[in-house]
């Protein structure tokens, strides 16, 4: 005699290359976009995050910062200036398309000047001047 019978999804997601199979109940998550973050969208993310940490007295100084990423604090500094940007250009990195293949369509070295402009206008119109991000909002 056979009694009631349960139905639960499952699915299977190999750990890395040859790894063995973990298998688990639940439907399988969404594939991930193809591409990737623009990495000057995770240094816009980086520097709102280093702000906050400062901010709330997790960290001392910008010294205490380059020591906990290992870098120097020059580097923190070129990434801490992208939060000098206007908020609506903070917003317009954050959501940069993803980067199927090449080269990212922006990058840091191009934001320094534009960051180190306080007038807002002046940054705006610096940045739709910006040769890289033209050509990436036509794709």
Do not use: H
Request: proline share 8%; net charge positive; with cysteine.
């Amino acid at each position: 005699m056979t009694g009631p019978s349960v139905t639960v999804p499952i699915f299977a997601k190999r750990q890395g290359k040859g790894g063995r199979k973990d298998v688990r109940v639940g439907v399988a998550p969404e594939p991930l976009p193809a591409g990737r973050v623009p990495r000057v969208a995770r240094l816009m993310a980086l520097a709102i995050r280093c702000e906050e940490r400062l901010a709330a007295g997790d960290l001392a100084s910008r010294k205490d910062l380059a020591r906990l990423g290992q870098v120097t604090t020059a580097r923190v500094s070129q990434i801490l200036n992208l939060l000098n940007l206007a908020p609506d250009l903070q917003e317009a990195l954050l959501n940069l398309p993803r980067v199927e293949t090449g080269r990212d369509p922006v990058k840091l070295a191009d934001l320094q000047p534009i960051a180190c402009t306080m007038d807002w206008r002046e940054q705006r119109r610096k940045w739709e001047n910006l040769p890289t991000y033209r050509e990436s909002r036509v794709r």
